[in-house]
């Protein structure tokens, strides 16, 4: 009998040490992936210990603030919903999101380049101060954009084609950011997808917007000049199917510039077959197709853009053939652009063939005032260069000179830029990507609105002008 | 040095930590030390002296560890539950004094635990009777039907039910082991007793397979049948039993599965919590948050983050089955390893009581105990830590709740009774054997 006991307690002693060396696996060895997931309600409670640092827009006046209720401290939103997707929330139920989640070390005071002061808190097992986050949203020109989309569904991005320094980023529908909590359940159940910020997340056939993509590549490949003579015979065969134009217009005999001002779809995708699926690739990721733009947000919220296959990335070198290559030359087929991805085109062209890139974050300001991680622009992609810009600048002027982009026209102010109407079932996602002033670009945007029976001439292209506006009357600018 | 004067040493050493505990967990609270947490801490005191005086005039011969280490445990809880909410902490306090007075009756009552083994019929229709009583009775909480509601009181009779199907399998299978373990026929060159012999296993599945049913309960019936697999292949050193029975635990698990949706509910949540991180894997997954952030030397005690500005804890159930969570949170790696250690130091104790206890009723009492004891805890540590699925039954002594710090208090006299006589019979004087032989 002793032996099946010594033998029992044995396999007793077994599932014992298998309790220990799991208890050291959640402990030691998974800790610290556990320790930042999400879900992890633990640390963000850890957190609402600390006076969170604030949120600030570019002059420095307040997104969210901090204010202490029951020995914690809770987030305001001075300016109601500014860029709430953007911003984001840093809740206790909810996890985090956005710039409250990238830029959680500073606001907690957590992070290693906060100072010496920071590091005595925390040796001192003091609560520690966090630090001020300063955004480069500036208020006038966020809220021209939000203002413009009012209740339509879309997008607007607009940033400084020189620093790479966003603007606005609107996304309609939004939320309040304040009564978040309370209705995130609601919220996150939406068909219309407020939490969604469709500037960064929202992808979409660019439609003839794209087409300044197209034009860049033929002007720095050698495959035509602004002058260059097409065609149009309102119908382009290829490959068994064809490529008609926007209403089944005929334009007769047409050069490139004219094709970009009104839009030909048949000379665009002559032009896509004259570059060749390789060269259109190609000239797609130097404008940043297939990159992430490196915006300080999770890796989640900034998407790619790209050619799809339903909600996959398709890899660059995916084969096509020529009917696929001319409908993906003017933005059709299966290219999705995202609105931020679009406005990085327009500033290509607006920063001489270079593109900037794009930052959301100006600096982070300690709680004893001193400034760390001061952005400086740095380039991100090398697009076209200058000469080819300039010519494609120019082009673009005559799309709001004379052709269909005339609404977005400001008093004395040249404009250039490109519209886009992506037909998507019944309706229309209507684009305007584009840049003011012509010679000396302070300000790109790009304007998008889903499900609209209107151009992007008439629908996006006066929205856009109100942002250029608003960006332009702004002395101070990122 | 003797057995009681070991026992007060380490007994002293629990007191200490279970000072010191109360105080870190009230300065780390209030930030400030009051004499509250040394009222707290000398109630707690009080108690255990008590014990040990008992112990001192009745069972001098008995094992010195158990004590200390239940002790320890008990202090910790405490420390735990108080630090989650202080106005269960002064409930569980009350629990321990019941505790301690159950401790006593039994030990004064009983007088000797052999004598049990005549009242096996009446103490298994005892346990039996606790059992339907729950069924008929009892309120529904979190999908599991366990508890009674009695006169404003919450009663888990599960707790006692297990004391008393262990004392009447002990005695049971201790009469009958000669005819269970003669092996009359061979399968697969192993000796096999004859089908027939087989009808006590099958009964006791059959009724585990039953209570999983209506109890809804997957931790007692897994409990109850592994305890009897425990002691059947104690009794008979038939490893075939074993076998058997884990097989029948095997399709018995498959039933439950298909039969019980509260158990495929648990199963999905074991195999992935993070589908259903915001509902159903919620618990589980803030489980492992909780000790992830303990790290390696923990919080400190009251000064984790457990709790919500408004006082829920973030693990639901914190203070009943997910409190080891919070020690591993507090204590971190080591405290929680530490108190693994205690667990198997005190299932080493009763084994170790069992190998020496003189007859076959004794040994299978305090082994069916230790064992009843040490897979409650196995079950209910694996569970939080995502080990096995998760069940809902308490962590013995360190949980928030009267019928389990009761029935543990019970199952630790019955123990130190039995290890007392062993040790009397073996090695004890003439006049005590005597007494002993005398019935008290």
């Known amino acids: 009998m002793n032996k099946a006991i010594v033998r029992t307690f044995m396999a007793l002693a077994v599932l014992f040490a298998a309790l220990m060396v799991n208890v050291v696996y959640i402990q030691v060895i998974r800790a610290g992936a556990l320790r930042d997931k999400p879900q992890n309600r ?52 909810y996890g985090q999101s956005g710039i409250e989640a990238s830029m959680d070390d500073y606001l907690t005071g957590q992070a290693v380049d906060l100072g010496l002061r920071s590091w005595l808190d925390r040796l001192l097992d003091r609560d520690p101060e966090g630090a001020d986050v300063r955004l480069t949203l500036v208020p006038a020109v966020q809220k021209a954009a939000r203002q413009a989309l009012g209740s339509q569904t879309g ?55 794209f087409k300044v993509l197209t034009a860049g590549a033929a002007l720095q490949t050698g495959v035509a000049t602004p002058e260059t003579v097409f065609e149009d015979t309102g119908t382009y065969r290829v490959s068994g199917g064809k490529v008609t134009n926007y209403g089944d217009e005929v334009f007769g005999v047409n050069t490139l510039t004219e094709a970009l001002t009104y839009s030909i779809n048949t000379t665009f995708g002559k032009l896509g077959n004259e570059l060749r699926r390789q060269r259109l690739i190609a000239y797609m990721e130097r404008f940043g197709f297939w990159d ?4 300080e947000l999770p890796q989640s919220m900034v998407r790619i853009s790209g050619r799809f296959d339903d909600d996959a990335l398709l890899p660059p070198g995916a084969p096509m053939d020529p009917l696929a290559v001319a409908w993906a030359a003017v933005g059709q087929e299966q290219v999705l652009a995202t609105p931020l991805q679009m406005a990085l085109v327009a500033a290509a062209v607006a920063n001489g063939g270079r593109i900037m890139q794009p930052y959301l974050v100006d600096r982070v300001i300690t709680a004893q005032g001193g400034e760390v991680r001061v952005t400086k622009p740095v380039v991100w992609k090398e697009a076209l260069d200058a000469r080819h810009a300039v010519q494609l600048n120019e082009m673009m002027q005559q799309v709001v000179d004379v052709g269909t982009g005339t609404a977005a026209a400001l008093s004395g102010i040249d404009v250039a830029g490109k519209t886009g109407t992506a037909e998507r079932g019944d309706a229309n996602q209507a684009w305007f990507i584009g840049f003011a002033s012509a010679e000396a670009p302070r300000v790109a945007v790009a304007v998008t609105i889903e499900d609209t029976p209107g151009t992007g001439g008439a629908v996006a292209a006066p929205l856009a002008a109100a942002v250029m506006r608003a960006a332009l009357d702004e002395d101070a600018l990122p | 040095m003797r057995p009681r004067d070991r026992e007060l040493l380490l007994l002293l050493l629990a007191a200490v930590l279970a000072v010191v505990s109360y105080v870190a967990v009230y300065s780390g609270v209030f930030r400030e030390i009051s004499r509250w947490s040394l009222v707290y801490a000398g109630i707690f005191v ?7 005086l008992l112990m001192r005039f009745r069972l001098a011969e008995a094992d010195p560890y158990l004590l200390p280490v239940a002790a320890l445990l008990t202090a910790i809880g405490l420390a735990e539950i108080y630090r989650i909410s202080p106005s269960l902490a002064l409930l569980q306090g009350r629990w321990l004094v019941a505790g301690a007075v159950v401790f006593v009756l039994t030990v004064l009552l009983i007088r000797d635990p052999v004598k049990l083994d005549r009242y096996r019929y ?44 262990v004392i009447f399998l002990a005695g049971y299978l201790n009469d009958k082991k000669e005819l269970l373990s003669v092996p009359t026929g061979r399968l697969f060159g192993m000796p096999v007793p004859r089908v027939r012999y087989f009808g006590p296993l099958l009964v006791m ?65 074991w195999l992935d919590p993070w589908a259903t991180a915001d509902t159903t894997g919620y618990q589980l997954l803030q489980s492992l948050f909780t000790m992830a952030d303990g790290g390696v030397l923990g919080q400190g005690l009251g000064r984790g983050y457990l709790l919500f500005p408004d006082g829920r804890p973030v693990v639901p159930d914190l203070q009943t089955d997910f409190i080891f969570s919070a020690v591993a949170n507090e204590l971190g790696m080591l405290g929680a390893i530490g108190m693994i250690l205690c ?35 196995f079950i209910i540590i694996g569970g939080v830590t995502r080990l096995i699925p998760l069940t809902g039954i308490t962590l013995p002594f360190v949980s928030y709740g009267g019928s389990s710090l009761l029935a543990n208090l019970m199952l630790l006299a019955l123990l130190l009774m039995v290890s007392h006589r062993s040790n009397v019979v073996l090695r004890g004087t003439a006049a005590e054997r005597f007494r002993l032989a005398e019935g008290g």
């Open chain 2, 122 to 165: 009446i103490i298994g229709a005892l346990g039996l009777l606790l059992l339907a009583v729950t069924i008929v009775f009892g309120t529904e909480i979190n999908g599991a039907k366990l508890w009674i509601r009695f006169a404003g009181f919450g009663f888990q009779p599960a707790e006692f039910a297990k004391i008393c199907i």
């Open chain 2, 205 to 269: 599945w059959a009724l585990s397979i039953l209570l999983l049913i209506l109890l809804r309960d997957f931790g007692a019936s897994l409990l109850l049948l592994t305890i009897f697999i425990a002691l059947i292949y104690m009794a008979t050193s038939r490893l075939v039993y074993a076998l058997v029975g884990m097989t029948l635990f095997g399709i018995g698990a498959f039933l439950a599965y298909e039969l019980v949706p509260h158990v495929q509910d648990r199963f999905a949540i």
């Open chain 1, 42 to 93: 633990a640390r963000i409670l850890q957190e609402a210990r600390v006076e969170r640092g604030r949120i600030l827009a570019f002059d420095g006046s307040v997104i969210a603030g901090s204010r202490k209720r029951d020995g914690y401290w809770q987030r305001t939103y001075p300016q109601g919903r500014f860029a709430p997707q953007t911003v984001g929330y840093s809740s206790l139920r």
């Open chain 2, 343 to 377: 667990y198997l130091l005190f299932c080493w104790r009763g084994f170790h009581i069992a190998i020496w206890a003189p007859d076959g009723f004794s040994k299978l009492l305090a082994a069916g105990l230790s064992a009843a004891f040490a897979l409650q805890t």
């Open chain 1, 292 to 295: 992430r733009p490196p915006l």
């Open chain 2, 46 to 52: 009080v108690i255990f002296a008590l014990l040990h």
């Open chain 1, 155 to 209: 997008a607007i991005v607009a940033l400084d084609p020189v620093t790479g320094a966003v603007m606005a980023v609107a996304s309609t529908p939004d939320y309040d950011p304040a009564q978040l909590v309370d209705r995130f359940a609601q919220l996150s159940k939406r068909e219309s997808a407020p939490l969604l910020d469709r500037a960064l997340q929202g992808l979409y056939p660019p439609g003839s917007s």
